[in-house]
Nanobody
């Protein structure tokens, strides 16, 4: 089992930047592909980004491509989400998640373990 704890959320003005972190404990972190999802009020949880076990492959939702970067440090058991050029519509609770599989899918069903989420609010 993997325990995930997100941090780094907060209030930021449109155009600004934030870096989210997700610290993992438990079983071997490098055995999992990691993903970031987000959920805005009244909306379904949606895929943001994914990184493979070794960090070689990354995937992004279309609306964050070029603005967000996912990375990981397996020595620190941590995955990051660097968010630049933030927009009002990026406001949501952001979750990290762990996937034992290797097949890429944007569906949250793919992921076995979830953190508690961190709030990101972008203001005008």
């Amino acid at each position: 089992q993997v325990q995930l704890v997100e941090s780094g959320g907060g209030l930021v003005q449109a155009g600004g930047s934030l870096r989210l972190s997700c610290a993992a404990s438990g079983r071997t972190f490098s055995s999992y592909a990691m993903g970031w999802f987000r959920q805005a009020p009244g909306k379904e949880r949606e895929f943001v980004a994914r990184i493979s076990r070794g960090g070689v492959s990354t995937y992004y939702a279309d609306d964050v491509k070029g603005r967000f970067t996912i990375s990981r440090d397996n020595a620190k058991n941590t995955v990051y989400l660097q968010m630049n050029s933030l927009k009002l519509e990026d406001t949501a609770v952001y979750y990290c998640a762990a996937d034992q599989g290797t097949y890429y899918s944007p569906s949250p069903i793919q992921y076995e373990y979830w953190g508690q989420g961190t709030q990101v609010t972008v203001s005008s």
